[in-house]
């Protein structure tokens, strides 16, 4: 496998998801099954779980921060890190992705949009309350109240039935409007949102890149070129420069 020739292209959008975090130890997000015990995070990471019972949702975060604290960034993250940094001033990067876990950034990566938010960032749960989102690697036994308004904080991730924040879609949106190269890695490429951004990315002239361990059911046609195998495998050689 020949690497990946950079050098020819201005804008480079990245989309990843659970795939790339594998090897760090850390499940997919949906459809963990019986790994939270008896929480179902369907069930409980959901807008009406944290208005009704805030303590499961603190409970299930507790168990995805401790999974977190215990991971490092792999060869993957790396190896993204390493392509945002190779570039010329003159190529811009997005880093957009679908995990929570924050390792991409602790792997130097700079430009990440984090579609989900960050399981490791604590938040209040009233939208126009003055208090920022803050770095919080707490695992909280009982749930933690807001110091300005005394609401009930909440982790900064987007639930079940959230909406992805304004600011994430907006930047998703203006860098695929005229991107070059689009790579969807360790992600689905059938379902939404890999599925929506490569349409965009098609539609601006991009190549395209599929990255993932299992082949598209069906084939995506706006796909144009696709790798099958662990991110944590592939990226360092097609990433070799
Ligand atoms: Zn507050």
Same mark, same amino acid.
Do not use: M
């Given at each position: 496998m020949s690497p990946l020739d950079f050098s020819s292209y201005r804008k480079i959008v990245v989309l990843t998801g659970a795939g790339v975090s594998v090897a760090s130890g850390l499940p997919p997000y949906r459809g963990a099954g019986g790994l939270w015990g008896d929480l179902d995070p369907q069930a409980v990471a959901t807008k009406k779980s944290l208005l009704e019972t805030p303590e499961k949702v603190w409970e299930l975060c507790k168990k995805q921060r401790t999974q977190v604290l215990q991971s490092e960034p792999n060869p993957a993250h790396q190896a993204l890190a390493a392509l945002e940094a190779s570039l010329l001033p003159?190529?811009?990067? &997005?880093?957009?992705?679908?995990?929570?876990? @924050?390792?991409?950034?602790? =792997?130097?990566?700079?430009?990440?949009? /984090?579609?989900?938010?960050?399981?490791?960032?604590?938040?209040?749960?009233?939208?126009?309350c003055s208090l920022q989102p803050f770095e919080d690697t707490q695992l909280y036994d009982e749930v933690p109240h807001c110091s300005v308004c005394s609401s009930p904080l909440r982790p900064d991730i987007v639930l079940f039935d959230?909406?992805?924040?304004?600011?994430?879609?907006?930047?998703?949106?203006?860098?695929?409007?005229?991107?070059? &190269?689009?790579?969807?890695?360790?992600?689905? @490429?059938?379902?939404?949102? =890999?599925?929506?951004?490569?349409?965009? /990315?098609?539609?601006?002239?991009?190549?395209t890149i599929y990255i993932n361990l299992a082949a598209m059911d069906p084939p995506n046609p706006y796909f144009h070129e696709s790798y099958l195998g662990k991110a944590e495998e592939l990226l360092p050689q097609l990433f070799s420069f």
């Open positions: 003159s190529q811009s990067f &997005l880093l957009i992705t679908q995990n929570v876990d @924050g390792l991409h950034v602790r =792997a130097g990566s700079k430009k990440v949009v /984090a579609l989900h938010g960050e399981i490791c960032r604590t938040r209040c749960s009233q939208d126009a959230e909406f992805i924040p304004v600011d994430a879609e907006w930047a998703t949106k203006r860098a695929l409007r005229d991107c070059d &190269l689009f790579l969807a890695i360790g992600t689905s @490429g059938t379902i939404s949102p =890999a599925s929506n951004f490569v349409r965009s /990315a098609d539609y601006a002239g991009a190549r």
